[in-house]
């Protein structure tokens, strides 16, 4: 019986070793499998930007010359590709200066290894890989393993990465109660944040973050949870039964099961559709240092909880110049309402003083064209044909403003191009995915992009917990003056303005006003 017992246990531990995904077996061939060499010991992954060389191999530096004559010397980083950097870490502490770049338009924040962006050459790379290659011969969970670990995964690396995916797929039972707690009317994006945040309470088995397992363990979960987290807080928004995730369906298909079939008859996943998410999902899975994975580094360098990281990613996201940006695109569309009012609302977008903006058109980092979008524009024409999508007010109307847009010289002048946020809402609105859920689901392709971030921040070596500085306009020191001396500046909102001779004659009071039945 012993000797029966100690095969059954070699034999458990064998299965576990090869089935390990977080890449910390004994056994090196196994580790070189699932883990490349380069992340096998995440901890000590140390900083790949160098002080550049000049021709007589001296390292570079850059001279800083203050009014009073005073020089300091900062040194040049060199890239791997892309522009220099200038080490500006020691600079307060020589010079009593800060530097000073609102919306970090010249700032690198860190350095990474993931995504790298060639904004005036409209070039977009993940791990060196095109954006474009990607999307042609790459599946989004082969991006999510490249993502996560460097490479793209072989055939049975694959394999266990799609298992491994799969089996995290459900959620706590409990953490689905969450959602009868929110209105019918409640924006999924706000239930995104209450549930991913929630998370952490329910997943205490995975929040150390200095353990490399645990760090993988929260990886996967996130990223094999979310889509079903958002496919959850659709169905609360639209009063539908919940549909559980199926291990035979890819993640593409798996969320558009989890969307539109009801338990009351067969729903089959139309396959355009499924490759046509597959594409939105690599296009916005990750995009370097924008302001939502700006938020989660910055949460996540304090040591918050990954889960609390990707929340907070969520919330950024939410924005319209951010991952609202497609939704805000279909609202522009009702706005304009027919093709005879585009010119007039090109008008208006051109007019300095009017507040209209043309959403969609033009981006912060690509001067040129945003390479996305010009494959997400393949996609949506292929879309709009395969599925026979004609008569479409709105998709027509977008279509029109693209070619009036793109046939204008005052846009063309200034490089204001149709972005990925322009074609994708065209792309989800002939999918009949909802309005809504536009944001919703650029999350659910950019978590696997955050979580990459946040797992490469913490096993760096050079983490600091994220602390901006500022140029302080306001007061110097003044004292403070006795009440009965100071002069009254009353400034409320105008339901909060007090409205009764008797409250004036009494002082100046705030008025808050409570409806009927509610509880103040």
């Known amino acids: 019986q012993e000797t029966t017992k100690q095969k059954q246990k070699e034999k ?15 056994d090196e061939q196994h580790q070189e499998t699932f883990w490349p060499k380069q992340r096998s010991q995440p901890n000590t992954r140390e900083s790949q930007v ?18 009073d004559g005073k020089e300091v010397k900062l040194p040049l ?26 919306g970090f338009t010249s700032t ?36 999510i393993y490249l993502l996560l670990y460097g490479e793209l995964p072989g055939e049975e690396t694959l394999r266990a990465h799609n298992a491994e995916l799969k089996s995290h797929a459900l959620v706590h039972e409990r953490l689905i109660k969450f959602y009868a707690g929110f209105k019918d009317d409640a924006h999924p994006m706000a239930i995104m944040v209450g549930v991913v945040g929630a998370m952490s309470a329910f997943y205490h088995d995975s929040l150390d973050i200095t353990d490399p397992k645990h760090r993988a363990l929260s990886a996967y979960r996130l990223i094999a949870k979310i889509p079903t987290i958002a496919a959850m807080a659709y169905k609360t928004a639209v009063g539908q039964p919940i549909v559980y995730p199926r291990d035979d369906l890819s993640y593409a298909e798996n969320f558009l099961y989890m969307m539109f079939a009801t338990p009351n008859k067969p729903y089959v996943v139309n396959p355009i559709m499924a490759k046509a998410i597959d594409t939105f999902l690599i296009l916005h899975a990750d995009h370097e240092q924008n302001a939502s994975t700006s938020t989660v580094r910055i ?11 990707i929340a907070s990613g969520i919330t950024a996201l939410w924005g319209p110049s951010h991952g609202g940006a497609n939704e805000a695109v279909l609202k522009m569309l009702g706005q304009i309402g027919i093709v005879e009012r585009i010119p007039e609302f090109l008008a208006k977008a051109k007019d300095k003083q009017d507040p209209f903006k043309l959403m969609g058109f033009g981006h912060r980092v690509y001067k040129n064209f945003d390479p996305r979008a010009v494959y997400m524009r393949k996609v949506c024409y292929e879309v709009l044909g395969e599925l026979g999508v004609e008569k479409e007010p709105l998709l027509d109307l977008a279509i029109e403003l693209e070619k009036a847009a793109l ?39 950019r978590t696997t992009g955050w979580v990459s971030q946040w797992k490469e921040m913490i096993e760096g070596t050079n983490q ?57």
């Open 50 to 67: 160098e002080v550049e060389e000049n021709k007589t191999g001296e390292p570079e530096f850059v001279t800083v010359t203050f009014p």
């Open 108 to 143: 690198c924040s860190c350095d990474s290894t993931i995504t790298y962006i060639d904004g005036p050459k409209g070039v977009l790379q993940h791990r060196g890989y095109d954006i474009n290659d990607l999307c042609e011969n790459a599946s989004f969970s082969e991006v």
């Open 464 to 520: 600091k917990i994220g602390r901006p500085r500022q140029l302080y306009l306001g007061h110097t020191a003044r004292k403070l003056q006795p009440l009965r001396s100071r002069n009254d500046r009353l400034s409320l909102a105008p339901s909060l303005e007090c409205q009764s001779k008797e409250t004036e004659q009494a002082g100046p009071r705030i008025s808050v006003h409570v409806a009927p039945g509610s509880r103040a």
């Open 407 to 445: 046939a204008d010289e005052y846009f063309i002048k200034r490089k204001l191009f149709p972005n990925v946020d322009f074609y994708s809402g065209i792309v989800l609105k002939a999918l009949k995915i909802p309005i809504s859920m536009f944001t919703v689901l650029f999350a659910v392709a």
């Open 299 to 309: 949460a996540g360098s304090s040591q918050a909880n990954p889960f609390a990281c």
């Open 12 to 26: 458990k531990k064998g299965k576990q070793k090869s089935m390990d995904f977080f890449g910390l077996m004994e």
């Open 77 to 102: 980083l060199s890239p791997t590709q892309g522009p220099k950097a200038i080490d500006i870490t020691t600079l307060y502490a020589k010079s009593g200066c800060f530097t000073y770049d609102p």
